[in-house]
């Protein structure tokens, strides 16, 4: 089955500065990929999602890449703010919203003013 | 972003109780699908439903769990007898227009 891998498990950055994490996914029939933000005791967000008929998709600070090739997906995050602290998810499907999301161990991301 | 109605927020029980979670989805929705986040931990996929049926289950779902939906809307996660490991949050979800997956505010789950 599929099997997701997330790094870095915890990544600090100044306010204003860019964050990056990445995902690796196992399974080559995946083909949907969506990105969660959870912040504490809350539940997971959708806060973007790219399928692999696409490259990279942007929304406004946020964007995210696929690599089909090299089965690694990234998100990016620009001009970090405080609010942007919080744990992302990444995650793999291969039916979409009708097919079960593998999830990787997400990201805890610190955003220091 | 769909609104997925969870109740209870919170259950305490001792271990070997029954416990059933509850779930209100969007109407004209026909999948649905259940996850737990132990705490600390990833979220992991438990069983999606389809059109009444079980659709996909993964290794978690044992004989302990099963899902119903008993009145026609709402859509139940019941646990038959509980452990401690299986203190965690458990999220009900349903897809969106354009398939993507959103996430009730979840029950926790408390064994004692």
């Known amino acids: 089955g599929e099997n997701v891998e997330q790094h870095p498990s915890t990544l600090s950055v100044q306010e204003g500065d860019s964050a990056v994490i990445k995902c690796t996914y196992s399974?080559?029939?995946?083909?949907?990929f969506p990105w969660y933000k959870q912040e504490l005791g809350k539940r997971p967000q959708l806060i973007i999602d790219?399928?692999?008929?696409?490259g990279e998709k942007k929304d406004q600070r946020i964007a995210v890449t696929l690599n089909k090739t090299a089965k690694h997906f990234s998100l990016h995050i620009t001009e970090t703010q405080p609010e942007d602290s919080a744990v992302y998810f990444c995650?793999?499907?291969?039916?979409?919203?009708?097919?079960?999301?593998?999830f990787g161990k997400g990201t805890k991301l610190s955003v220091k003013p | 972003e769909p609104e997925v109605t969870q109740t209870p927020s919170h259950q305490v029980t001792q271990m070997g109780q029954e416990v059933i979670l509850r779930c209100v989805p969007i109407?004209?929705?026909?999948?649905f699908y259940w996850y737990r986040q132990i705490l600390g931990q990833k979220v992991e996929f438990l069983v999606s439903?389809?059109?009444?049926?079980?659709?996909?289950k993964s290794e978690i779902f044992d004989d302990q769990f099963s899902v119903e939906r008993p009145d026609g809307s709402n859509f139940t996660l019941k646990i038959r007898s509980t452990k401690l490991e299986d203190s965690a949050m458990y999220f009900c979800?349903?897809?969106?227009?354009?398939?993507?997956?959103?996430f009730g505010e979840g029950s926790r789950l408390t064994v004692l």
């Open positions: 790219i399928r692999s008929n696409v």
């Open positions: 439903f389809y059109n009444n049926e079980i659709s996909e």
């Open positions: 109407s004209n929705h026909l999948y």
């Open positions: 979800a349903q897809g969106g227009l354009a398939g993507e997956l959103f």
């Open positions: 399974d080559s029939a995946s083909n949907y």
């Open positions: 995650a793999a499907s291969d039916r979409g919203s009708q097919g079960n999301l593998i």
